[in-house]
């Protein structure tokens, strides 16, 4: 029994670094995926009403049978967390934030822009948590951030300059550009401000509430136009699509990471970003909806390397730890 526990304790690295490999690549390929949807029979507020309904009716199955398998194995606990009112109002926040403004900018402005282009904004986001950090939780900003956030923007920039010179969906739109800009904003402004309250809670219970209340604030807006929608013919591999968008692309990218970040530190985790648009760009190459420039090589490099600056630096944590040790 000791040796059993000691090999799972020794495989756990190994399946955090694959579940967020995994979740990487499935966002990766999420793009052209998606593209092609929205280009073939459906589009942008379309992909984002079944994304947003889809998982949260994928997370309200998935915590119902969790439970259900908890009390046939006859324990007094049947999985369920109790989550106070408070709490529960506060997931409105936490749901307009993390999945409302972030899937639909970034939804929408994928139906837009270039599959390509809107996998490299989407490695911006450590940046966009770094200044936030520093601005609401005092978070110090060093010389090597610094450089890492001058470094992102550049790229970001080339990457809209590009769009506006050429206005090609394949190539990239300056407008799906800063959608998908905003939405990494908008996820790093969550992740700000409702750390403490998602570090409460797992990641059914977490979800189930972020999914349910996004889906009642999208569903009045987008209800009629969705249904006019549907009321024309759509293509058996659209329907593929959307369901590896919703199924993949959503719920299981979304439990592979949080089983990630229980293990790796956060730095690890943010490295895992780069896999996304080179997943994104060998799909969107083969799949002829993207096409790789020069500009989008000098941007992949700037915008990486101001990742890697920005994860590599100290925070006041590790400062604070590494000014007792000298003292």
């Not at 970034?106 to 520093?134: H, W």
């Amino acid at each position: 029994m000791i040796q059993t526990n000691k090999e799972n304790g020794g495989n756990r690295p190994l399946i955090a670094h694959l579940a967020m490999f995994g979740a990487c690549a499935g966002w990766g390929l999420m793009a052209p995926v998606g593209k092609d949807a929205m280009t073939h029979g459906i589009d942008g507020l379309t992909m984002v009403t079944f994304r947003v309904a889809g998982a949260c009716l994928l997370f309200w199955l998935a915590s119902m049978a969790i439970r259900l398998t908890a009390l046939l194995r006859g324990k007094g606990n049947d999985g369920t967390e109790h989550v106070p009112l408070k709490d529960k109002l506060m997931f409105i926040g936490a749901a307009v934030f993390g999945l409302l403004l972030n899937q639909c900018c970034y939804t929408l402005g994928l139906s837009i822009t270039s599959p390509i282009n809107a996998s490299i904004v989407t490695t911006s986001m450590p940046i966009f948590a770094m200044l936030l950090s520093a601005l609401i939780l005092k978070e110090p900003i060093t010389g090597k951030k610094a450089l890492g956030v001058m470094m992102g923007c550049s790229g970001a920039l080339i990457l809209i300059l590009t769009s506006a010179a050429h206005a090609d969906g394949k190539v990239g739109d300056i407008r799906g550009d800063l959608l998908c800009l905003f939405a990494q904003f908008s996820f790093a402004l969550y992740l700000s401000l409702f750390n403490p309250l998602i570090r409460r809670y797992n990641v059914f219970t977490i979800n189930k509430y972020m999914f349910s209340w996004a889906t009642l604030l999208l569903l009045p807006f987008t209800l009629t136009h969705v249904s006019e929608v549907l009321s024309a013919p759509i293509p058996a591999k659209t329907w593929w699509e959307i369901a590896y968008v919703v199924c993949i692309g959503t719920f299981v990218c979304y439990i592979l990471t949080m089983i990630g970040q229980r293990t790796l530190r956060p730095t690890v985790v943010s490295v895992y970003n780069y896999v996304q648009p080179i997943v994104s760009v060998g799909a969107s190459l083969l799949m002829g909806i993207g096409v790789l420039k020069a500009t989008h090589a000098l941007a992949v490099v700037l915008v990486f390397g101001g990742v890697w600056l920005v994860t590599k630096s100290k925070s006041r944590r590790d400062m604070e730890k590494a000014s007792k040790r000298n003292c």
